[in-house]
């Protein structure tokens, strides 16, 4: 399995996936909701990134019945959760350092 | 907006715009078309119409073309190296199978005029070709009843410009014959095949249509300017018809593909006016 850095539309995508499996509107609107309309998209490339995701081994999908309709369902890997967490540290230390250099408390 | 503002045109325009395997195009359209359902009842629960949700949500899906390309980004879907070559070798392939049976569809033609208007319309020697004692006894081993060396010779040549084209038109047929059972075997073609491992248009729409008409454009074009020249300059006893029974030939095949070609981007503007919005 190949294993990458996520770029930043994967990372959130990874961390929404985290909280549960869903499928690709699902994902848009939790990603939506969570970040209070500050990501807001064009829908359509949530699946390409979701595809690599895949390619990469960090998210796994399948067809599912869901609410009588046959979905794709997306769910984060064990390697998906482990490159979420690299990511998560990342990008906090990334926030700390920014917010010094602006002089601003974190 | 410019583009399709109903579900079902914008999913027939991602159809056209998506390259890779069957299975995973098939994969894109069934999701994209699950989420812009999705969408399309929000808006209604929101109080639009059902032209303004649909409107609204393919809106927001984003671009076929940007769609479709954020998934060719890296490669085409479920596509990689080997697909492309090997389409590439199966477009060529059958470029040179027709190429091979064009060739023996010319010598067929050349028999024709042989018969028609004589050996020396298509294989006479230009003015002021002679022959070695020696090389004339060998044209005489093949044609005994000739009047003269030159007969002889003009009647040898054109039996070689026929039994060589005959020859690989035979062997056209033989590739043709191994493509058609490759084809059957492995089941990868382009075009709407829905067989597993088949591939959809990895290689542009109507490559090989444009490859066909431009290469036996151009053949049948030199073989044309070969023939008239000839004609023109020394002569219908100096073989133009070995020339001009290609250029025949040729231009019938490039018309051929040039009709494919045609036909295929009247589809395609068909199938986009479709899908684009009503004026």
């Known amino acids: 399995m190949r294993r990458r850095s996520a770029g930043q539309l994967e990372m959130l995508l990874l961390a929404v996936l985290a909280g549960a499996p869903r499928h690709g509107y699902g994902v848009i609107e939790a990603l939506r909701e969570r970040s209070e309309g500050a990501f807001d998209l064009a829908e359509g490339t949530v699946y390409p990134a979701l595809r690599r995701l895949e390619d990469a081994g960090l998210v796994r999908s399948r067809w599912s019945e869901v609410e009588g309709r046959r979905r794709r369902v997306y769910e984060v890997t064990g390697t998906g959760a482990e490159v979420l967490t690299e990511r998560r540290t990342e990008w906090t230390a990334l926030v700390r350092g920014v917010d010094a250099v602006l002089g601003w408390s974190s | 907006m410019s583009g399709p503002v109903t ?29 812009l359902r999705d969408a399309a009842a929000e808006g209604l629960a929101a109080g639009l119409s059902e032209a303004e949700a649909e409107r609204a949500a393919v809106e927001r899906f984003g671009s076929p073309r940007v769609v479709a390309g954020r998934f060719s980004d890296a490669e085409p879907l479920g596509v990689g190296r080997r697909e492309i070559v090997d389409q590439l070798a199966s477009s060529l392939a059958l470029l040179a199978a027709v190429g091979l049976l064009a060739i023996g569809a010319s010598g067929v033609l050349s028999m024709g005029m042989r018969s028609l208007l004589g050996d020396r319309f298509v294989a006479g020697d230009l003015p002021g070709v002679t022959y070695t004692p020696e090389r004339c006894r060998e044209f005489f081993e093949y044609h005994p009843e000739a009047s003269s060396c030159a007969a002889a010779a003009t009647a040898h040549h054109a039996d070689e410009v026929e039994s060589y084209r005959l020859a690989a038109g035979a062997l056209g047929a033989l590739v043709l014959g191994a493509w058609l059972w490759h084809r059957r075997r492995f089941g990868a073609r382009v075009a709407d095949d829905y067989t597993p491992g088949a591939v959809v248009g990895v290689l542009p729409d109507g490559f090989a249509a444009v490859a066909g008409a431009s290469l036996f454009g151009v053949a049948g074009a030199v073989l044309g300017v070969q023939a008239l020249g000839q004609m023109v300059g020394t002569g219908a006893g100096s073989g133009p018809g070995q020339w001009l029974s290609g250029a025949l030939v040729s231009t019938l095949v490039a018309s051929w593909y040039a009709v494919a070609l045609l036909r295929l981007l009247v589809s395609r503007a068909r199938a986009r006016a479709r899908s684009s919005p009503a004026a």
């Not at chain 2, 027939?12 to 078309?33: I, N, S, W």
């Open chain 2, 7 to 35: 579900i079902d045109a914008y999913l027939d325009r991602l159809l056209l715009e998506l390259r890779g395997r069957a299975r995973d195009v098939r994969r894109v359209l069934a999701e994209a078309e699950d989420h």
